[in-house]
């Protein structure tokens, strides 16, 4: 059974979804491939969430080992955990990826963003080898429905991204930004998101980093920038007016220490932190002239997006029940295929049995035998109509697989 525990913005701020992340996923990805009782699962961390999608067969069970081991690798205590955590079950989970892949879940409604982070991250757990058929086909079924209902609602259109929302929180702060300094730390698909606010704005003083010069390099052939080194970041800082900072680092890639080629009468520098977990340190904040904002102050541009955006949502909630039907009772179909195989396996072996003993006592050509051996296939299909047992896997109708088992028992 598909299983889902999670803590998001709505219940929890920036510095606990920092505290509660994963720092090293590979291991934990290891620890969750020796548990007995999970048959598969996928991590989804974001700057606004982190989630375990789990299969398993007792959810009861499961939740409660998955709570202590997420506490336990993060040293969160397990009854704030808990108290954080929402946990859904079956369909309730499937409901909830097609609400995370049509924008319905997201911060600023709408966002593509949500889209790749949940490619990536079942490409993640696929090469950790952890995610299971099941979580595999759900994840994959749940994308294309939620593209659906973009496509039909156009909710993603026009909607505030988390390039967009950081100009307009920077552009509060600092005034018009065509002509500033910018420093920008990260390559990912945040980076570009914040890359292009800032081209659309004007912007042409732009100077990014990363990890690896390559990478650094063609994202700057593509988006635009001029690429630095990670070393010269420091040097770099003690310029800059703007920085954005989009990396997914273990660690705090800004430190006090990072802005000490700063002068102290510098202008005034704001730092962005749109990673999770946070790499800048929080007390970069209390330096002179330095302004440093989170994630958590883009709620209130996210909360005016929604506001302007509520119609659009109502299409899409009205559209969201027929498909997570469909969806769910595919994977009923699925599940119980097995079941159905079995049962017209049954019936064949038996149809095969009694033909052998007839055929056995009457002197008939080739072709004769042939025609009876045909009567008998068509009666079994008439008898025991496939179509008609996987819809009633569809519909969870167990007395009626039941009572097809039981009729093909056999002596």
Known sequence: MLVSL????????????????????????????????????MILQTCNRVELFLDAKDPKEIRNIM???????????????????????????????????????????????????????????????????????????????????????????????VGSAAMKLAEETLGKLQDSRVLLLGTGQVGMLVMKALK???????????????????????????????????????SADLVFVATRSSNYVLTKDSLSHRDRNARKLL??????????????????NVIFRTMDDLRGIADDALAKRRELVKKAEDLLGPRVEKITALLRREEAEPIVSDIYRRADQIREEVL???????????EQQESLKNMTVS?????????????????????????????????
């Open 67 to 161: 709570l202590r081991e997420w506490a336990l690798e993060t040293k969160f205590k397990v009854g704030e955990l808990n108290r954080l955590v929402d946990a859904r079950e079956g369909k309730s989970v499937v409901e909830y990826l097609v609400r995370l892949a049509a924008g319905l879940e997201s911060m600023l409604i709408g966002e593509n963003q949500i889209v790749g982070q949940l490619k990536n991250s079942l490409s993640e757990a696929l090469s950790h080898s952890s995610a299971s058929p099941l979580l595999e086909d759900t994840v994959h079924r749940a994308i294309s429905a939620g593209s659906s209902i973009r496509e039909q609602t156009g909710i993603g259109r026009g909607t505030v991204s």
């Open 356 to 366: 052998k003993k007839t055929l056995s006592k009457m002197d008939l050509t080739a």
């Open 271 to 288: 730092i962005l932190d749109l990673s999770n977990p946070r790499n800048v340190a929080p007390n970069v904040g209390e330096m002179d």
């Open 379 to 411: 009666l079994v299909e008439k008898l025991l109509p496939v179509v008609n047992l996987r819809r009633a896997a569809e519909k969870k109708d167990e007395q009626v697989l039941t009572a097809a088992g039981q009729i093909f028992q056999g002596d």
């Open 200 to 238: 659309a704005r004007g912007v042409s003083n732009i100077t990014v980093a990363s990890r690896t010069m390559q990478r650094t390099r063609s994202f700057c052939r593509t988006f635009g920038g001029t690429p630095i080194e990670f070393q010269a970041v420091p040097l770099q800082l003690a």
């Open 6 to 41: 999670g803590v998001s913005y709505r219940k929890a701020p920036l510095a606990t979804l920092d505290a509660l992340s994963f720092r090293d996923i590979p291991t934990f990805y290891s620890l969750l491939r020796g548990t007995q009782v999970l048959d598969g699962a």
